[in-house]
């Protein structure tokens, strides 16, 4: 079955999507957590128990201290604390403890975990509680990451005048869970427990209070504990510390039945005792289970949804050379007759596989949850690519022995291009790996497009003084579109920019033979596209070490400078306006100068920027009507382009009437963009489209790039420009209010749709541009099929490779704070790219029709 290389890619990254979504699902644990209301739903608390007596005792027990103090300090391990070590480095915290009035443990950090995410804090005449204890430890050399002793023990000092201890009292620290301390906190202050808490009530700091305040206070930790159990875990029942738990509660009944006929005798004490330690036993036995459940992957899921990635991958690598060839085709890699048997037998195989799984794990996994026609066809689907893959693997094997017999007559187009587009995917990829590069993301891109135009800059020097002699051969049989052989369709009359084209193909001309303005802007462009990504730099301080330092995007945005930040947004929806109206209708450019327009009075009203006239905003709306104007804009825009594409196809209209009808999209595109951004984001959109025109007519034009770098560069940049407009890899850097603009009440599908537009407006722009730029300027298919296999390629890589990552680095202390959203954003990209091969291939099977 032949197949064009971009359907093909198409189909890759729609299998790639449905591995990932997958890997999500087995990779996020079911939380533990209540649901018998909100956090802070007042609740009565469980009364006291009793057998056969009436207990006066149904309130909370009254607060043992008036308020905490918590003093956290970063990395601060256990022996930096206690021991030798303390008495150097922190000598007033040994004095405090050899004092007295303190308790001293060793708190235990159950990777993952962040920086103490499970602590949540009355004026009495109480004593003040100071508690002092680090987040994490670290290791010898420094690093946090991992869950060896020294990573994952911190000290923890509770000081208070309430405890009284002996002076010289250095008992050896007792080892806890750092979970224990929201419990402790609690009761201390006289507060419910959290419900979703999974900590113990830290014993010693109530061991000096009277019996019954301490079985009372034990009671409702292990109430607490034993109905997040419940909600929790199905089979609770069998759970020991339920058992323990209910042994506990009757026990506890009988003493205080004891207790209230005033028997003061020595089996009151003894029964007491019995009580406190079978709550502590229940405590823990509770704790634990809770603590499983909370960290349990569903490796099963996990493992299959790699697998389908891995799998997509290596097809889409294996095809490769044949996908990027001069016809954009390939055999899809269908099992030979040698591994027909093969193809039978792994599906069994793999059915059997799953069942095992299924019966040993109870239900759990989500894909034995999953009816059997659903799951069987997963595993034909895993067992199909893999047949596709061994095909792939024999063909690629048998093609290399025949074209070593018959090799090429010339080579294909390298340069130093091409060897910085390898390695920056290849560096990138392997930064996914460390925490501290995907807190740092940003950088990495910045460096990476920096690079890009001081390549790019070498290239146009050498071209333009050393001429023809040093360019790159290039191969007939290579498969690049767009380098020179430009030919109009078929009874179309070929475009401007087509016919500039031909004329270079026919007329072969060095950089070097260009003279006047073209030439200098030639020369100039790399450094213009260097200073335009400055000046973003400098707009919005993103990651973490940088992300707290003030920038142009603070100062735009301070009531103080709306002066300036109105003119600043009026100029850059001035500069859109003529950078896209250029290749618009006349319909077109009107509804975009009204749009935009619209965007600076939708802004206006809701009091972001003002009016010449104005000297502030008194009256602010909503700007609903504004923003439903804009709205209207937009869509009118967009059907008037894919009205052009369908007159193109259906009428075999003029060339034109196809590439005008796709530059309407993108402007309606660019105008939706603009809408959502923030006023201070405007420059960003606005620079965006002058790199695009700058890259486009003095760049890929007089360099004849071929289609996979164009792609490569494209992509570069919308990843730059994911950052420039103020993202990172943090959850809390998105931008919700896109999600409202023009809505006056929630409403889920298109809240969600805006804010997922906002978010990746870079990477989508680029993207459609990408299209855009292709069906202009090339005269072949092939163009855009390779420009989707490589779009395709150099997403998977990375997204691939993320997930051995995160799978393997499960257990890191950061893997909620760190790996987990970027896992998420990648999850979300990879769609946008499905969605983007998706819109490559239809266009590439217009093209083919026409």
């Known amino acids: ?77 256990d022996d930096f604390v206690f021991g030798s070590k303390g008495v150097k480095f922190m000598p007033y915290t040994t004095y405090l403890v050899e004092k007295g009035s303190s308790h001293s443990f060793v708190a235990e950090a159950k990777p993952p975990t962040v920086t103490m995410p499970r602590i949540k804090e009355r004026e009495t005449l109480l004593p003040n509680l100071l508690v002092l204890c680090g987040d994490h430890g670290m290791s010898e050399a420094g690093g946090h990451g991992a869950s060896s002793v020294e990573e994952v023990n911190t000290a923890m000092i509770l000081i208070s005048s309430a405890f009284e201890r002996k002076p010289g009292d250095l008992r050896r620290p007792k080892y806890i869970q750092q979970t224990d301390l929201a419990a402790t906190l609690s009761i201390g202050l006289g507060l419910p427990i959290p419900k979703s808490s999974i900590g113990n009530l830290i014993f010693p700091v109530v061991e000096g209070k009277p019996m019954r305040e301490q079985l009372r206070f034990l009671h409702l930790n292990t109430v607490q504990l034993s109905k997040l159990l419940q909600e929790n875990v199905p089979s609770y029942k069998k759970e020991p510390g339920f058992e323990q738990f209910k042994v506990s509660e009757r026990l506890h009944g009988n003493w205080v039945r004891l207790y209230l006929e005033e028997n003061s005798s020595e089996v009151l004490s003894n029964l007491g005792s019995k009580v406190r330690r079978q709550y502590l036993d229940a405590l823990r036995a509770l704790s634990l289970s809770l603590s499983r459940q909370a960290a349990q992957y569903d490796v099963y899921s996990m493992a299959v949804g790699t697998v389908l990635v891995l799998e997509v991958l290596a ?52 894909l034995c949850s999953l009816p059997w026609l659903t799951a069987g066809g997963v595993m034909v689907l895993v067992s199909t690519l893999l047949c596709a893959v061994l095909s792939a693997l024999t063909g690629m094997f048998a093609g290399g022995k025949r074209l070593s017999k018959n090799p090429p007559q010339c080579n294909s187009r390298s340069s130093e291009l091409d060897l910085l587009i390898l390695l920056g995917t290849v560096g990138h990829t392997l930064s996914l790996g460390a925490s501290s590069f995907i807190e740092e993301e940003p ?59 031909d004329r270079a193909s026919r007329h072969p001309s060095p950089l070097g033979a260009l003279r006047g303005p073209d030439r200098w802007m030639v020369l100039a462009s790399p450094w213009l596209i260097l200073t335009c990504c400055r000046l973003l730099r400098s707009l919005n301080q993103t990651g973490v070490q940088w992300a707290h330092r003030p920038d142009l995007g603070h100062w735009l945005t301070s009531p103080d400078h709306k002066v300036e930040l109105s003119v600043l947004a009026a100029v850059s929806l001035i500069m859109i306006f003529v950078l896209v109206q250029k290749r618009c209708s006349l319909a077109s450019k009107v509804t975009m100068a009204f749009g935009l327009l619209g965007i600076y009075c939708y802004r206006v009203a809701i009091g972001n920027l003002l009016f010449p006239w104005q000297q502030n905003n008194k009256d ?60 201070h984001n405007l420059p960003v959109l606005a620079l965006s489209l002058v790199i695009q025109t700058i890259m486009t007519q003095f760049v890929w034009r007089p360099l004849r790039h071929n289609a996979a770098e164009v792609t490569v560069m494209h992509y570069w940049f919308g990843q730059a420009f994911f950052y420039f407009q103020g993202n990172s890899n943090s959850i809390a850097t998105v931008d919700i209010s896109a999600g409202f603009v023009g809505l006056d009440a929630y409403v889920e599908i298109p809240a969600m749709l805006l804010t997922t537009f906002a978010t990746y407006t870079g990477p989508v722009l680029w993207a459609s541009h990408l299209v855009n730029f292709l069906t202009s300027e090339a005269s072949s298919g092939s163009a855009l099929s390779h420009a989707c296999f490589c779009y395709a390629l150099i997403c998977s890589v990375p997204v691939s490779a993320y997930i051995i990552f995160v799978t393997s680095l499960r257990y890191h202390l950061f893997i909620w704070s760190v790996f987990s959203p970027k896992l998420l954003y990648e999850g979300m990209h990879l769609l946008i790219t499905a969605a983007v091969c998706v819109f490559f291939t239809a266009m590439d099977q217009t093209n083919t029709k026409s």
Request: charged share 15%.
């Open 1 to 77: 079955m032949r197949l064009g290389s971009g359907t093909f890619a198409a189909c890759c990254v729609v299998i790639e999507v449905l591995g990932v979504a997958l890997f999500l699902r087995g990779f996020f644990p079911a939380p533990v957590c209540s649901f018998s209301g909100t956090e802070h739903q007042t609740e009565s608390p469980a009364p006291e128990p009793s057998a056969g007596a009436i207990s006066n005792w149904t309130k909370l027990p009254p607060p043992l201290f008036s308020k905490v103090v918590i003093m956290l300090i970063d990395a601060l391990r």
């Open 315 to 366: 097809l889409l690598l294996l095809s490769g050379p044949r996908a990027l060839s001069g016809k954009a085709e390939l055999d899809v890699p269908l099992p030979s007759p040698a591994f027909s048997l093969l193809c039978y037998l792994l599906p069994l195989g793999l059915a059997a596989l799953h069942v095992t799984v299924c019966t040993s794990a109870g239900g759990t996994c989500y």
């Open 443 to 501: 950088q990495t891109w910045y460096f990476l497009v920096n690079t890009l135009c001081l390549a790019l800059c070498h290239e146009i020097y050498r071209n333009c003084f050393l001429g023809d002699d040093c360019a790159p051969q290039r191969c007939p049989h290579a498969g690049e579109d767009f380098d020179g052989v430009a030919v109009a369709p078929q009874g179309k009359s070929p475009g401007p920019d087509v016919w500039e084209l």
């Open 620 to 679: 602010i709306s909503k700007g609903i009507t504004e923003a439903r104007f804009v709205y209207v804009f937009v869509l009118g825009i967009l059907f008037t382009g894919t009205k052009g594409l369908l007159k193109s196809q259906i009428t075999a209209d003029d060339f034109t009437v196809k590439t005008v009808g796709l530059w309407e999209i993108y402007s309606g595109l660019v105008l939706l963009a603009a809408l959502l951004l923030r006023p």
